[in-house]
């Protein structure tokens, strides 16, 4: 999604960052009821969701305040990098 926004749409890379993690909300509250409910027994460990309800709520208020100190180009080489590890990754051992 990051890229797309920033190539054809324009959207400057930390605009694009936050759209992103935005629109992560809708889906995962979408998702929720198809997974805890309609798949005939729970998809969803409740236990461990919270464990990563915290970290994530943590993770972006932390990263959303380091993003002010990083410039574009270092932020755009950043999200380039770690693109580039999990393509290879997932080209390598999928």
């Given at each position: ?19 992103s993690?935005?629109a992560i ?20 460990d ?23 100190f ?14 580039l590890?999990?393509?290879l ?6």
């Amino acid at each position: 999604m990051i890229p797309l926004q920033v190539i054809w749409a324009g959207v400057s890379q930390r605009h694009a960052n936050a759209n992103s993690l935005v629109a992560i909300i809708p889906i995962a509250i979408a998702a929720l009821p198809i997974y805890y409910f309609l798949q005939g027994r729970p998809q969803v460990d409740l236990h461990f969701a919270l464990f990563l309800i915290i970290g994530s709520v943590a993770g972006a208020y932390a990263g959303a305040r380091l993003l002010r100190f990083i410039p574009d180009r270092e932020l755009t080489l950043a999200v380039a990098a770690v693109m580039l590890i999990v393509g290879l990754k997932e080209v390598i051992a999928p």
